[in-house]
């Protein structure tokens, strides 16, 4: 079974630009998490979706958002860039939003390794 | 709010030891609690996952135990090799429905000197 992918895997954008990201979750998966790591401040969560709803934001501006498609892949989009949105971007999967037991692991994607100049 | 804190930040050890790495949270109304190990600019990967109601898991060489009431995990790690060199974090998931979402920690970073 294929893991979680997303694309791409490294972006360089200048400030004042969007950025958009991508991620598949594994087949079957429908809980989809996005969260940005930095080394100052680690992994924080920025949004849950399951069945195309957003279940659950994290403490980051408007300017970060997110969609999930019917086929469970999901976007996220960063505008108007500031340097400090520099980070690793990684996109987990689960079969569920965290119900029942043994069903919530998360899978992680490799990321996508932002970079803003 | 929930904040877990995993000290120290990074650790180094010679290969063959045995070895417990730490992970406390503020909040002990959790529903599980995960560990992750995460090589140099990868993604993050799964090692255990241990329920509220359960007190450890195993898995290998690697055991994590829970306690809920003093807000304490540890993972510990059998007969250490280079491989097992990484960054390892531990996160906790609170409540369910609507606000459930992963806490993590900022990880220990292991290194196993052959």
């Known amino acids: 079974k294929a893991g979680v992918t997303q694309t791409p895997r490294y972006l360089i954008k200048t400030r004042g630009q969007q950025v958009t990201l991508s991620c598949s979750p594994i087949s079957g998966h429908r809980s989809v998490s996005w969260y940005q790591q930095t080394p100052g401040q680690g992994l924080q969560f920025l949004f849950e979706y399951f069945s195309e709803t957003q279940r659950n934001k994290g403490n980051f501006p408007g300017r970060f958002s997110g969609r999930q498609f019917s086929n469970s892949r999901s976007e996220m989009n960063v505008s108007t860039l500031e340097l400090g949105d520099s980070a690793l971007y990684l996109c987990?999967?689960?079969?569920?939003?965290?119900?029942?037991?043994?069903?919530?692991?998360?899978?992680f994607g490799p990321g996508t390794r932002l970079t803003v100049l | 709010k929930q904040e877990v804190t995993q000290i120290p930040a990074a650790l180094s050890v010679p290969e063959g030891e045995n070895l417990v790495l730490n992970c406390s949270f503020t909040?002990?109304?959790?529903?599980?609690l995960q560990w992750f190990r995460q090589d140099p600019g990868k993604g993050l990967t799964s090692l255990l996952l241990i329920q509220s109601s359960q007190r450890e898991q195993t898995s290998g060489r690697l055991n994590a135990s829970l306690d809920k009431s003093s807000g304490r995990s540890t993972l510990y790690i059998a007969a250490s090799q280079p491989g097992d060199s990484a960054t390892y974090l531990c996160?906790?998931?609170?409540?369910?429905?609507?606000?459930?979402?992963?806490?993590f920690g900022k990880g220990i970073t292991l290194s196993v000197r052959p």
């Open positions: 909040d002990s109304a959790i529903y599980n």
């Open positions: 987990a999967s689960s079969s569920s939003p965290g119900l029942a037991a043994g069903s919530n692991t998360q899978y």
């Open positions: 996160a906790v998931r609170t409540n369910t429905g609507a606000n459930s979402k992963l806490t």
